[in-house]
């Protein structure tokens, strides 16, 4: 079956509007980080390992209202949730604007945590709209591509944040002279979200898929209730490996970064420059590993990525501090982590069903954020115990082994007997006769 020409549209409207969201969580974010860092304008506020403080701030309300998310994305139409969610993406844009003007922390870090609650209200319907305007037998190459997309993005925040703190903050050892400029975050921030919010209305109209559902305005229950839907199949299985990944990665590997600044002796805007390398790496291994899938889901990328990430990690862990072998490692870091992301992603969507997709999805977003908030705990610890940054990605090739270990005792199998009983129920007239869709070309 075919795509009309307004999903292909749409699935582009989607990229773009998710891009736009990702591109400002991680600018807002890359001040606020770079701000609390050591050296940072905000620095002595929250003491040593203060950066944790921010990622805190992004991660826990997408622990707290991504299953009250869920239910939305499942009632109403996953389109018009979208639409309003970027719409209020605005207002938060104001409010960080006005926080940065006034160099108050406490205003800045509560417009990062509604960003990070309007974000939480998206997730469940961007990647539940995927699977109602692509193909199955193309969802691999579909979140290959919108995380190459959203990597992408987070290049671009991650490389602005660093060049705008620079900007709102200069050093006065190194630019004694420069004037800060307190408007210009803030204003990035507030054209990002309104070309997000443009681009969701080309999203194309969708039905709800569970539109008798009644929405229950408790934080943890549907998480809990989603759970025990779950619990014993193979799909509860893959949120776990994707979470126990996700606590290397995003809740550990990734706060290490900031501290290049004072590791290599470089500008914020030259960290920046390591975030984005990674970003782009992730990003392009996210799209190479869509692209291997084909029409399949093929989890023996996953050691791969795995293997190849805990290797990185202990190297990171004991290489010199040079800026290109720091670079070279990052690089091939990334590359290698878009191996797992990929099928295990693509798996959560396809082994849920369409009534209880936003649900589960929730809960993956969820379960995804407390592993980043116990990631940034355990740096917060080992960095206030004395452990230097670049030590603690040996911490993390340990946490590496273990995951690996995991995949190869249990989940493996798991998956695969999985995915080959998902094949056979598959209507096999309807894969084999789909001609290719541009969609996701």
Request: aromatic share 10%; net charge neutral.
């Amino acid at each position: 079956m075919n795509h009309p020409p307004s999903n292909r549209i749409g699935f582009l409207s989607l990229n773009v509007t998710q891009a736009c969201g990702a591109a400002n969580d991680n600018i807002l974010k890359q001040v606020v980080v770079f701000g609390l860092a050591s050296g940072g304008i905000w620095a002595d506020q929250l003491g040593s390992g203060g950066q944790a403080i921010g990622s805190l701030c992004l991660a826990v309300p997408f622990v707290l209202f991504s299953g009250f998310a869920g239910q939305f994305s499942d009632r109403y139409s996953k389109r018009d949730v979208s639409v309003i969610v970027k719409l209020s993406e605005i207002v938060i844009a104001l409010v960080a604007m006005a926080g940065l003007w006034l160099v108050d922390l406490w205003t800045v870090l509560a417009s990062l945590i509604l960003i990070s609650a309007q974000s939480a209200f998206f997730g469940p319907a961007k990647y539940g709209i995927l699977p109602e305007i692509v193909d199955a037998k193309h969802l691999s190459r579909a979140n290959g591509t919108i995380n190459m997309f959203t990597y992408l993005a987070v290049i671009l925040g991650c490389a602005l944040g660093g060049p705008l703190y620079d900007a709102y903050a200069p050093d006065r050892i190194k630019f004694p002279e420069a004037t800060p400029n307190l408007w210009l975050p803030g204003l990035v921030i507030l054209v990002v979200g309104i070309a997000g919010t443009a681009a969701s209305y080309g999203i194309p109209r969708l039905t709800a898929q569970n539109p008798t559902l009644k929405i229950r305005p408790v934080l943890f229950r549907t998480y809990f209730e989603t759970w025990r839907e779950i619990a014993g199949t193979a799909l509860a299985d893959v949120i776990i490996a994707w979470s126990c990944f996700y606590f290397i990665v995003g809740g550990v590997a990734l706060l290490i970064l900031p501290d290049y600044t004072t590791l290599l002796d470089i500008s914020a805007t030259e960290t920046a420059g390591l975030m984005a390398i990674l970003g782009v790496s992730i990003g392009v291994g996210d799209f190479v590993a869509g692209r291997v899938s084909g029409h399949s889901v093929r989890p023996g990328l996953i050691p791969i990525g795995a293997i190849g990430t805990t290797v990185m990690y202990f190297v990171l862990g004991l290489i010199p501090q040079s800026f290109p072998l720091v670079a070279s490692c990052l690089a091939l870091t990334g590359f290698l982590a878009g191996f797992f992301m990929v099928p295990l992603q693509t798996m959560t969507q396809i082994l849920s069903t369409e009534e209880q997709r936003g649900r589960v999805l929730g809960l993956w977003t969820c379960l995804s954020f407390v592993a980043i908030i116990l990631g940034n705990v355990l740096f917060v610890v080992v960095r206030r115990i004395g452990v230097p940054s670049q030590r603690v990605f040996l911490i993390c090739g340990v946490l590496g082994l273990i995951c690996t270990g995991m995949y190869y005792l249990k989940w493996r199998a798991i998956f695969e007997q999985a995915l080959q009983k998902q094949r056979r129920a598959e209507p096999v007239s309807e894969l084999e006769s789909a001609p290719p869709t541009a969609v996701v070309m």
